[in-house]
C-alpha cells in the first residue's frame, strides 16, 4: 500500500477474479505444489492450511494459535509462496493518495516506531511526510487533499490538516526533530485561519476559501475514524503543553464548549473527543530531557522514560546543539533547563511546577513509578 513516492494509496479491493479473498488464500495442494510434499505439509500445519479451510474452503494462513515465531526457515518458505502468489491476478488498488489518511498512517507508525523500537517504521513515516510536502502543497503553500498519477487536486478539508498535524506531533515525539514540531505549528495555525468559526466556536469542514456552499458543516462525530474537529482538540492541547501557548489550549476548551451539547447527548458517538476531554483533565506532565544527543546515557534514559505507559505525559529532548537552539524558538520554557555536571539531565513537570533534575536513571525509576497527581 506503499507508493513509490512515499505516500500510501487508499485502499485494495477484497476479491479478485469475482472471488473475495481468491488472491490470499491457499489450500495444501497448491503449497505442496511450491513447497514439496514434505515442506509444504510442515507449513500447512504451522499456517492452519487445511483441506477443510478456514475461509470458505480455502485457508488464510495466519499462525493465532501455533506460538510459532519467525525462522529462516519459515522465512524462506514465505518467500517462496510470496513469489508464487505475485503471479496470481492482483485484486484492483486504489491507488489514490489522501492527505488526510496518510497522516493517520504517519501518527500510527510514528507511534509503533516509538513502542517497538523500529527505526524502518518512522524512516516511512518521514518518507511520507516528505511526499506530502512535496506534492501536496501549492504555490500558496495551501495544503491539498488528494494525489493520482502525479497530479495533486481540491483544497484540503479539515480532516487534511488536523490528521497531518497530529502525524507530526507523534513524529516529533519519536525523533525529536524540531522541524516536525514547527511543520506542525505552522499547520495548526493555518488550520485555525481556514476553518475556524469566530462566531460559535469549532472548526468547519470546508475551509473559507473553499467553494462557497449553502451551509458550511461541521463533523463531530467519531466513527471509523476520529472526526477532524476532535483530532484537532488533541493538537491543540499538545502543542499548548509543548509550546506553553495557553490561548491554544483556550480554542480546545472553545471546541469542547461547541459541541457540548451533542456529545453529552449521545457520547458514544464521541469516543475520541471523550479521550481527548479526559487528556484536557488531567495535571499537565512534561518530561525534558537535556544534554549532548551523543551518548549511551542519553538513550538509556530515554528508553526508561518510554518503557512506561503515560500516554498523556508530553516528553520534549533538548539538545546541546543547533537543533537545540532551534526548539528553544519554538519551546521558550526550556532555555533554563541545563545539564547537571555535563550529565544527561531529566526535568519533570506536573502542573507547571518542575522537581528537581535528575541525573541518575534509578532516581528517575523512582519519580516515574509515582502515580500521577490528581486533580
Known amino acids: 500500500m506503499t507508493s ?48 477443510k479451510g478456514n475461509f470458505e474452503g480455502k485457508s488464510v494462513p495466519n499462525l493465532i494459535d501455533t506460538g ?30 489522501l492527505t488526510s489518511w496518510n497522516g493517520l498512517m504517519i501518527a500510527a507508525l510514528a507511534k509503533g516506531a516509538r513502542v517497538f523500537k523500529d527505526d524502518n517504521l518512522y524512516g516511512v513515516s518521514e518518507k511520507a511526510v516528505d511526499f506530502i510536502f512535496s506534492k501536496l502543497v501549492n504555490k500558496d503553500g495551501r495544503l491539498l ?25 507523534e513524529l516529533y515525539g519519536t525523533t525529536f ?15 485555525l485561519d481556514i476553518f475556524w468559526d469566530d462566531e460559535r466556536g469549532g472548526l468547519f469542514f470546508n475551509g473559507k ?21 476532535s483530532v484537532a482538540a488533541l493538537n491543540l492541547l499538545k502543542l499548548s503543553r509543548l509550546t506553553g501557548e495557553n490561548q491554544l489550549s483556550k480554542k480546545a476548551e472553545q471546541l469542547f464548549s461547541a459541541f457540548a451539547e451533542s456529545v453529552s447527548s449521545h457520547p458514544s458517538a464521541h469516543a475520541f473527543l471523550l479521550t481527548v476531554l479526559v487528556f484536557a483533565f488531567e495535571v499537565p506532565k512534561e518530561i525534558v530531557i537535556v544534554g549532548n544527543m551523543i551518548g549511551n546515557d542519553k538513550q538509556a534514559i530515554i528508553d526508561k522514560v518510554r518503557s512506561y505507559y503515560m500516554p498523556n505525559a508530553i516528553t520534549i529532548l533538548n539538545p546541546e ?23 544527561t539531565t531529566v526535568y519533570i513537570c506536573e502542573n507547571y511546577a518542575c522537581q528537581a533534575p535528575i541525573t541518575d536513571l534509578s532516581d528517575l525509576e523512582k ?3 509515582r502515580p500521577l497527581q490528581k486533580i
Not at 178 to 188: C, G, I, T
Request: include cysteine; aromatic fraction near 10%.
Open 145 to 169: 487533499a488528494r494525489y493520482r498519477d502525479g497530479h495533486a487536486a481540491i483544497l484540503g478539508f479539515l480532516d487534511d490538516y488536523a490528521f497531518l498535524v497530529w502525524g507530526l506531533l
Open 4 to 51: 513509490q513516492e512515499g505516500g500510501f494509496y487508499c485502499a485494495e479491493d477484497a476479491d479478485s477474479e469475482g472471488a473475495e479473498g481468491k488472491f490470499y488464500v491457499w489450500t495444501p495442494e497448491e503449497v505442496a505444489e511450491v513447497l514439496g510434499d514434505e515442506d509444504g505439509q510442515w507449513f500447512c500445519d504451522i499456517f492452519d492450511i487445511s483441506s
Open 321 to 343: 546543539d543547533e537543533q537545540g537552539k532551534e526548539l528553544q524558538q519554538l519551546i521558550p520554557f526550556i532555555k533554563e533547563m541545563r545539564p547537571v555536571k555535563s550529565k
Open 367 to 369: 519519580i516515574l513509578e
Open 177 to 191: 526533530n524540531p522541524r516536525y514540531l514547527k511543520q506542525a505549528l505552522e499547520l495548526n495555525q493555518d488550520m
Open 209 to 229: 476559501d473553499s467553494e462557497e456552499l449553502i451551509i458550511r458543516s461541521k463533523e463531530i462525530y467519531d466513527g471509523a475514524i476520529p472526526s477532524g474537529n
Open 68 to 97: 510459532i515465531v519467525e525462522n529462516d526457515r519459515v522465512k524462506c518458505f514465505r518467500e517462496k509462496l510470496f513469489s508464487a502468489r505475485e503471479k496470481r491476478i492482483h485484486p484492483h488498488k486504489d491507488d489514490k493518495i
